[in-house]
């Protein structure tokens, strides 16, 4: 596989990629950090990914995990070097939350769950797969999450259009 078919590649998937990447960290330039560094790993390892079934379905597991990896060693980061402070409940009960606000709670973990099986559509197996855990864990994480967006969103037909 050539550098040029990387280049094509990497032009026909990237905003593909940079959406995913931005549902599952809800910042535009950290999902833009995300992208690149998936498709510089995608890069490096190009011969193989070139020769899977599936480049997209690769690179969608690289920038999983990337983004996994990625939490983990930020949070890791934090623990070590911040004292643990008591949660301050300063939220206004008039604040409007949206669906972004609502996945940012979410354990990384549950929010790649929830961003990869209904915004992808990807499969309960292919989602186990992606995330290297059981089709029940996927099942039970994203009912746990779902619900949980339920209870923070509240009524749907608050975000929904009248017509």
Known sequence: MSARSFEEFARANQRRLYRTAYLLCGDAETARDLTQTTL???????RRVGAADSPH?????????TYLAERRRRIRD????????PPTAD??????????????????????MVVLRYWEDLSVETVAS????SESTVKSQCSRSL???????????????QA
Not at 78 to 85: G, N, Q
């Open 40 to 46: 510089a790993k995608l890069f490096q390892h190009w």
């Open 57 to 65: 379905a690769y690179a969608r597991t690289v920038l999983t995990r």
């Open 78 to 85: 934090l623990l070590a070097h911040t004292p643990v402070a």
């Open 91 to 112: 939220i206004s009960p008039d604040l409007t939350v949206t669906l972004l606000s609502a996945l940012a709670e979410l354990p990384p973990r549950a929010r790649a």
């Open 130 to 133: 992606l995330m290297r855990c």
């Open 147 to 161: 619900a949980r967006l339920r209870e923070q969103l509240g009524d749907a037909r608050t975000y929904t259009v």
